[in-house]
């Protein structure tokens, strides 16, 4: 498993942006999809957005699609979660997960590592 820390979370404004960072702690989460996945007051955690271990390839909820970017950089460890346009429902607890296929996935079980995750809260 690898050691995953979440960054960039907070409270901004319906129709802002924020960027979420995951900084994976060993170069082993090169050759793994990862994820984005968040959960919000009252429901369960659902998948967000997912990227392969190159990068190239990438899937979105139907909720986010069009509004959040999810991206990789390999020499840094790092996975980013770029979003705009932000509603109150994407109000929630947005966790980082390391993957064990090498493309993407929306089922948690193909995850086994998980970031502590960070509050996101869109409100006015």
């Known amino acids: 498993q690898v050691q995953l820390v979440e960054f960039g979370g907070g409270l901004v404004q319906p129709g802002g942006s924020l960027r979420l960072s995951c900084a994976a702690s060993?170069?082993?989460?090169?050759?793994?999809?990862m994820g984005w996945f968040r959960r919000a007051p009252g429901k369960e955690r659902e998948f967000v957005a997912g990227?392969?271990?190159?990068?190239?390839?990438?899937a979105y909820a139907d909720s986010v699609s069009g509004r959040f970017t999810i991206s990789r950089d390999n020499t840094k460890n790092t996975v980013d979660l770029q979003m705009n346009s932000l509603r109150p429902e994407d109000t929630a607890v947005y966790y980082c997960?390391?993957?064990?296929?090498?493309?993407?996935?929306?089922?948690?079980?193909?995850?086994?590592?998980w970031g502590q995750g960070t509050q996101v809260t869109v409100s006015s």
């Open positions: 997960a390391a993957g064990v296929t090498r493309n993407w996935s929306k089922n948690e079980r193909d995850f086994d590592s």
């Open positions: 990227i392969s271990w190159s990068g190239g390839s990438t």
């Open positions: 060993t170069a082993t989460f090169r050759g793994y999809a």
